[in-house]
């Protein structure tokens, strides 16, 4: 498999799970209800996705820079309306 085909596999991937943030951020954003989330599991998820973060820039990768930079502030949102409203 080419290094091209590689990238564009990754970058279908990153898209895909960084876009299934994007209702829940939506949802917490309109209604503020956030009772059903936990918190601890945001938490470790902002956390990780942090770390991803690092870990894509360490290695210059596009795919994981991009999807975890967005994902990154679409949780660290949802986090934050979770401590706020919790």
Same mark, same amino acid.
């Given at each position: 498999m080419s290094p091209a085909t590689i990238e564009l596999i990754g970058a279908i991937a990153a898209t895909i799970t960084t876009l299934c943030w994007v209702p829940q951020a939506i949802k917490v954003i309109r209604t503020r209800d956030t009772r059903s989330l936990s918190l601890i599991m945001y938490v470790m998820l902002t956390l990780g996705i942090g770390l991803w973060l690092v870990y894509g820039l360490l290695i210059?990768?596009?795919?994981?820079?991009? #999807?975890? #930079?967005?994902?990154?502030?679409?949780?660290?949102?949802?986090?934050?309306m979770k401590i706020r409203f919790g």
């Open positions: 210059m990768s596009w795919p994981l820079i991009g #999807a975890n #930079a967005v994902t990154f502030v679409l949780v660290l949102i949802i986090l934050g």
